[in-house]
């Protein structure tokens, strides 16, 4: 009787994953003013930390603007050996020609040199979490496009690599911080209609709180995706959508 328990946890798992295997690629982030200054659109204008692949060609630009297909692109990236989790749930991606652009308010005050922009007060390890002492705001002439607008926004937050002081903050440079690391046992569990099924998996990566995270299930060695609740705790199911939706609410609350 035990064993049928077992086995119909992990069908179960398998079954309400949130898109089937996951690839062990590097993981990866979209930029977050995506911009090309040529004809040609790579994994490196579209990526944060694409290394070698940021080279691999994606797309022609012919126009102002060139609108990539979301699951096309992740596709490409897989290939190259790139993780996107697209946790966002996009389904477009709009590249522009030119570089990173200002913000509105730096474009129209930075003739003023009034821009307020958060910086750091001292270095930052990569993994190290972002306290209130951390940050501090100076004066600037401009601000890059995706400079948090409100310290909320970065604190309790974790480093994704080093961080010098005085460097301006740009959110691409920081993200939820690691509660399961690699190899890590994770338990999963799913739960609808009144059924509660758990099992026990070995974490394939890192992640954060409400971040996808793929786990491989040690009994069948199958890799399901899961959001991260906890340390050592995911889910899947109707509640692994819960979770990144209420992480979503959040940051945009922000």
Do not use: C
């Amino acid at each position: 009787m035990r064993a049928i328990l077992i086995l119909a946890a992990a069908l179960a798992v398998s079954s309400f994953g949130l898109g089937g295997p996951a690839l062990a690629g590097q993981p990866v982030s979209l930029k977050a003013d995506v911009a090309s200054s040529d004809g040609l659109v790579t994994l490196g204008d579209l990526f944060d930390g694409a290394g070698a692949a940021g080279r691999t060609p994606v797309a022609t630009r012919t126009g102002a603007t060139v609108v990539l297909d979301a699951a096309a692109v992740q596709a490409a990236a897989r290939r190259a050996g790139l993780d996107w989790a697209n946790a966002e749930g996009l389904h477009k991606i709009v590249v522009r020609g030119g570089a990173p652009s200002l913000t509105l308010a730096s474009a129209a005050s930075a003739a003023h040199g009034n821009i307020e922009v958060l910086t750091y007060t001292r270095s930052l390890a990569a993994g190290e979490v972002v306290q209130p002492t951390d940050l501090a705001w100076i004066k600037a002439a401009a601000a890059p496009v995706d400079s948090p607008s409100d310290a909320d926004q970065v604190i309790g937050q974790a480093a994704k690599r080093p961080l010098r002081a005085g460097a301006v903050v740009q959110a691409h440079d920081i993200g939820a911080a690691i509660v399961v690391k690699p190899g890590d046992l994770v338990t999963v569990t799913f739960e609808a209609d009144g059924i509660s099924l758990t099992l026990q998996g070995k974490s394939m990566g890192s992640a954060g709180v409400g971040e996808i995270l793929a786990v491989q299930n040690t009994l069948s060695k199958k890799v399901v995706q899961t959001v991260v609740t906890g340390p050592g705790q995911a889910v899947v199911g109707p509640a692994a959508e819960q979770a990144r939706l209420n992480r979503s609410v959040r940051y945009a609350a922000r």
